[in-house]
């Protein structure tokens, strides 16, 4: 396992950064760290204790909701403080850790956003043929995520890639190999760029368009305009947490792209540094704010469970829900 300063590219030589932009970074880090832990658990909490959330699809909801809290749970609290700090400081053989988990996390909500692009095409594909999709074909996707996260994740711990400081000098993540390194550091980088981002990215969007043309002309019951209205809002969840993760991609090309070319790795520009992790902090509370705004069933068990109030439902629908 390899340690933080192994060679010259893992001495962390950002510190110019004026230390304001590693302050507002931690207090960023932190705001949105503890909102989206706290929206993640209530989702987490509801799951557990309501009896509304009775669809299959909804184990894919949950999914994604554990692959959240998880990157929630990882980053704020060591890269926070570490950034108020204005170092990592935890050690290296914590950097190492940290940075795997985060890896871990990141590669299993990529995965999680795309299964269940996947299973909402699936399911709308299987309806027109009057086919069901059962409840380990669901189980099966969750185990995909967890075993996608696992094998993106550990090579780097034994020498395919490289664990090191960040752009920042404060926390740890995955370093991108120049021309100087070895096979195993590139061959590793590529088929991670293409599986973990690539092609998962056109895979969502290929999948979304297929979804919504088949319910257009299949989904006509109560029931499946309710399936309707939980395609949309995961389709809302994959747009927005995309878009949050643009800054980061953005700041992985102004790395690595020199590196590939020119064989050297440039300064990143402090904006870029700072927005590009409180972005993917604040991503993670995406998918509970689409849920409450885009999904009914899923809007009446959060807000109303615990009290079973569900005065925020039209009547009707409200005393349907409350004999579920």
Known sequence: ????????EDECPWYYFDGS???LLGACLFIFGVFGVLLNGWLFATFIHSHLLVFRSHILVLNLCTASLGRNLVGFPFAGSSAVAKRWLFGPSCCQLFAFLNQFFGVFQMTALFVAVLERYLLANYYRRERTLYTRFYWSLVGLSWFNSVIFSTPPLFGYGKY???????????????????AKHIGFSIPYILVCGVFP???????????????????????????????????????????LWIPAAILVGWQWL????????????????VIAPIASEAATSVPVLCFIAGDERLRAALLGRMRKHYALLQPERAKRYNRA
């Open 258 to 273: 020199p590196l590939l070319i020119y064989g050297y790795r440039p300064h990143v520009p402090p904006a870029l540094a």
């Open 201 to 243: 990215v056109i895979a969502v969007f290929y999948y979304m368009g297929k979804a919504v043309r088949l319910e257009r002309i299949f989904y006509k019951g109560e029931v499946q305009k309710e399936q309707t209205r939980l395609t949309q809002t995961i389709h809302a969840v994959c747009v927005a947490t995309l878009a």
């Open 1 to 8: 396992m390899q340690t933080l300063f192994e060679d010259l």
């Open 21 to 23: 932009y590693k302050l």
């Open 164 to 182: 090191s400081c960040d752009s920042t000098g404060t926390t740890c993540t995955f370093l991108w190999p120049s021309t100087h390194s070895g």
